[in-house]
């Protein structure tokens, strides 16, 4: 899966582009990874994972998945989980992102993290809420230091929006926004038993530029 992480929304002095950074699902830390599913709707989505060291969950514990259906459901609800601590992180306290780390590792945790530094450090003010509605999905097993666990690989393709998003500049003047706020994405969520949580690993564009929805 190639993806480009999901950007800012808005140009500050200089325009402010989509980043041309390569996400993978990466767990580093383990040598995780689960085969190739049966069936996959998700367009392009990469099955293969692999490990990482686990962040201590605070919230949201859940049951190991039982079918695909509760675990796209449950992966679905991490992802907007997590877009919903990204805004709370950029409106409320960008100098403080460690909330993210709760409910993402890898590059979707890094993103959020580089985003709220450049706001303290700018000065900006934020305003809104991101939203993401999943359009394919699947889910297959996750194999862990010859563990199975299974569903725990999930996969969802759907349409992120960066439209309730709005910022103000440090001087107090309105932050022109990108004219495209919305792009379909790729997400990789997975569960990791010894949280009992769903963790996102990567959120981002899918292909080599943004594909309106």
């Known amino acids: 899966m190639t993806t480009q992480n999901t950007p800012r929304f808005f140009r500050r002095s200089r325009t402010v582009s989509l980043l041309g950074v390569s996400l993978v699902a990466i767990l580093l ?67 403080d992102s460690s909330a993210i780390d709760t409910i993402a590792i890898g590059d979707a945790a ?15 003010v934020y ?20 563990t199975v666990f299974p569903f725990g690989n999930a996969q969802l393709e759907g349409c992120f929006s960066g439209e309730g998003i709005s910022a103000t500049n440090a001087d107090g003047t309105p932050a022109e926004m990108i004219s495209n706020r919305r792009g379909v994405v790729q997400a990789s969520v997975f569960y990791v038993a010894a949280e009992s949580k769903w963790f996102l690993t990567d959120l981002g564009i899918a292909g080599t530029e943004n594909v309106p929805c």
């Open 29 to 95: 830390a383990s040598g995780c990874s689960s085969p190739s599913p049966e069936k996959t709707t998700a367009a392009s989505a990469d099955p293969t994972a692999t490990a990482t060291p686990t962040p201590t969950a605070v919230s949201g514990e859940v049951e190991a998945p039982q079918s695909e259906a509760e675990a796209i459901a449950a992966a679905t609800a991490a992802v907007q989980s997590y877009l919903d601590i990204r805004a709370t992180i950029e409106v409320e306290h960008p100098a």
């Open 127 to 146: 305003s809104g809420t991101y939203a993401f509605d999943v359009t394919s999905a699947y889910a297959n097993d996750l194999t862990l230091d010859g």
């Open 110 to 124: 890094a993103n959020v993290h580089r985003i709220a530094g450049e706001i303290a450090e700018e000065g900006s």
